[in-house]
């Protein structure tokens, strides 16, 4: 994309500066920046350097002050314990001062650094938010990863304290979050002081008296507190997502361009305004439950909903509107596998009948490609906007959107519209050349970043350059590919790298292959994403064998399965494996996984040039028919 999109999208590339100082003015400020940008340390970029905030202040005291305490700030839907509880701005910040005053009377300071290890409480919201007011970083851990991966970001991040709950509720299983924390203190080779516990009704954690706080006792003798000054380059989170190995990154958002970003977006990008209400469901452990459940609605001055339960089973596939008609919510956020849900269990939409969703104004996909089938479907029945948006937990807002607030663009199906403002998009071959319209490469971004997105990795620099910068000096690789048409509309395609997604969750088949490698069995094994109807993909895995292994395949396959259930957790959804003799491969070694996953998927494929031995891939191509891939697939 050379030229820009429209009037707003050259201004924002053109004068970055201004662009986003005019953003900066809606936010409050304790000091006013020196810099809006400071490239003095190219590739490391800063905005709003000198500036002194709050986040927290943005999202909770500032609309107080101005006459919308009584304003629901929160309401949390939890169908599976039948609750409905609402809270004023008033009640959420008393909640949060108080949380904070928590976390103070347990040695958390500034800088200090928390992890947040909770299911879809408000509670959750609570710590994060009390972690911004004083200016603790705080790390959230999503509770469908298993002990040993919460235990890779305890050593990571080396929390001063973890808040977390006694359980969490999938469905009608009562998941204990308890035990998977303590397992994951004890296999972490750093400690933290304490854990903070919330005791949930349905299920009581045994507390370890030196370590474990109880919520409840904490809050009833804790003093509010203030908002900190914190400078707009301070760490605000550091959220982990995956990366190529085992060792996930440890993105870092700041509190400056983070606060300026996600409230430019809330209008700009979903058209909300202040008193709306706006849902994501999503799940605070990830980049959308940051930004768009928690941040985005709060710093705007919006009701957020956050929803314990599912878009199916919760009780049934018409959860999804009696949340939008009972909490009159105007802009719905979710990823396209949830309406696939839907689609599956209520292919009519009849539960729509029973509720008054007049109040609904768009629905907004993201987190995996939105198929035109789903999208359509949706559009039909819900007679709003169906929005397909692209954007990445190192991005924090979106790259590419139809931005409702500025000027909406005629849809075409499967593109998340156009570059976002801010975003200087651009399809790049291997030696960092831009190829036309329609040819695909890698989507890349012309540095500096807009404001919200990654300053770096946490404590490493080095890694935040290899996986992001090295690649095409002067641009930021999103890993995505992709291409742009003539009219500049973004079409992502795959990533290039190992990653998949897997019911909107970001995943990555290196450390799958890491754990199945690990077998004593297994000589050599390959993950990769197989296209799954309800959950976009799902991991698929290959074993060979060394010689002298069990005879019982059986056995070995369900060993590995485990494995990566205990090891990542059940998030993974690791539930295909088999046995084959050997596996095809190019002549320097490479394992052709994307020639297997068209295969398995039945899509066209062409005999790699460089392959060692063509005839494993027949032999590749059987075993994936006798498991109802490949030419067995519709
Ligand atoms: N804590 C503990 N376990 C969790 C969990 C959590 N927070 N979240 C998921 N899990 C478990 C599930 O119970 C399931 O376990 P199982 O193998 O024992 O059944 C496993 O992890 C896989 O979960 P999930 O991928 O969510 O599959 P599902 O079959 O339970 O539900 C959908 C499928 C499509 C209904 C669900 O993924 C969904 O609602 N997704 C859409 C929204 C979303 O969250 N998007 C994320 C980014 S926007
Ligand atoms: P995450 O970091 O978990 O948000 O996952 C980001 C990845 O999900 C992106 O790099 C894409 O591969 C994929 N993704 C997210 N949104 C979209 C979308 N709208 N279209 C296609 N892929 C998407």
Not at 437 to 455: E, F, N, R, S
Not at 493 to 500: C, P, Q, V
Not at 523 to 537: I, R, T, Y
């Amino acid at each position: 994309m050379a030229t820009p999109l429209s009037e707003e999208h050259r201004e924002s590339i053109e004068n970055p500066e201004t662009y986003w100082a005019k953003a900066a003015d809606d936010c409050y400020w304790y000091k006013t920046c020196d810099k809006i940008l400071d490239d003095s340390k190219k590739p490391f970029y800063k905005w709003f350097k000198g500036g002194i905030t709050n986040t927290c202040f943005n999202a909770l005291d500032l609309h107080i002050n101005n006459g919308l305490g009584e304003q629901l700030a929160l309401i949390y839907d939890s169908p599976v314990t039948d609750t409905i509880k609402q809270y004023t701005y008033n009640d959420l910040r008393d909640e949060v001062a108080t949380f904070a005053g928590v976390l103070t009377d347990n040695g958390v300071t500034k800088g200090d650094r928390v992890v947040v290890y909770m299911p879809m409480i408000p509670e959750a919201a609570i710590a994060m938010l009390a972690c911004a007011r004083i200016g603790a970083v705080h790390s959230v851990v999503f509770g469908g990863f298993a002990s040993k991966e919460l235990a890779t970001r305890i050593d990571d991040a080396k929390p001063k304290v973890i808040v977390s709950a006694s359980c969490g509720i999938e469905v009608q299983k009562v998941i204990p979050y308890k035990p998977l924390l303590d397992e994951a203190i004890n296999l972490a080779d750093y400690k933290p002081d304490k854990s903070i516990i919330l005791q949930r009704w349905m299920e009581k954690a045994t507390m370890d008296p030196k370590r474990d706080v109880d919520w409840k006792d904490a809050m009833a003798v804790a003093i509010a507190q203030e908002c900190v000054p914190i400078e707009a380059t301070d760490p605000l989170y550091i959220l982990y997502t995956s990366g190529t190995t085992g060792q996930p990154k440890g993105v870092v958002r700041d509190n400056g361009g983070h606060m300026v970003a996600l409230k430019w977006s809330m209008k700009a990008v979903y058209d909300v305004d202040e008193g709306d209400v706006f849902w994501a469901a999503s799940d605070v452990g990830w980049v959308v439950g940051h930004s768009y459940i928690v941040y985005g609605p709060l710093l705007k001055g919006c009701t957020t909903v956050l929803f314990e339960g599912k878009p199916v089973g919760t009780p049934d596939a018409g959860a999804f509107w009696r949340v939008i008609s009972q909490h009159k919510v105007k802009t719905l956020f979710t990823a396209p596998t949830a309406f696939r849900a839907i689609k599956r269990d209520d292919p009519d939409a009849k539960f729509l009948k029973d509720y008054d969703i007049s109040s609904f104004k768009a629905l907004f996909l993201a987190g995996e490609r939105s198929d035109p089938d789903t999208l359509k479907w949706a559009e039909t029945n819900l007679k709003v906007p169906v929005i397909d948006h692209w954007w990445q937990t190192e991005t924090g807002w979106a790259i590419a959107a139809n931005c409702m607030g500025i000027e909406p663009l005629p849809v075409k199906y499967g593109s998340p519209t156009k570059a976002v403002p801010g975003w200087n998009l651009m399809v790049l071959d291997q030696d960092s050349q831009e190829v036309p319209d329609g040819d695909i490469g890698t989507l890349a971004v012309k540095l500096p970043l807009p404001p919200g997105t990654l300053p770096t990795l946490w404590k490493n620099d080095e890694r935040f350059i290899s996986a992001y910068l090295d690649e095409f000096p002067g641009y930021f690789t999103t890993s995505d590919a992709g291409f742009l048409d003539e009219e500049g509309y973004v079409y992502v395609m795959a990533r290039t790298d190992d990653i998949i997604n897997v019911a909107g969750h970001r995943l990555s088949t290196g450390a799958m292959e890491e754990i199945l490698a690990d077998h004593p069995d297994v000589a050599e094994c390959a993950v990769l994403g197989v296209a799954d109807q309800l959950k976009g993909q799902l991991p698929m895995g290959f074993l060979v064998l060394k010689a002298g292994a069990s005879e019982d395949h059986g056995k070995i396959i369900k060993e590995v399965i485990a494995s990566v259930r205990e090891r990542i957790g059940p998030v993974a959804a690791f539930k295909i494996a088999t046995v084959v003799q050997r596996l095809p491969k190019t002549r320097s070694g490479k394992i052709l996984r994307g020639t297997i996953q068209k295969i398995a998927d039945n899509e066209e494929w062409n005999m790699p040039a460089t392959i060692d031995d063509p005839e494993i891939l027949g032999e590749m191509e059987e075993v994936l028919v006798n498991m109802g891939y490949a030419g067995a697939r519709k």
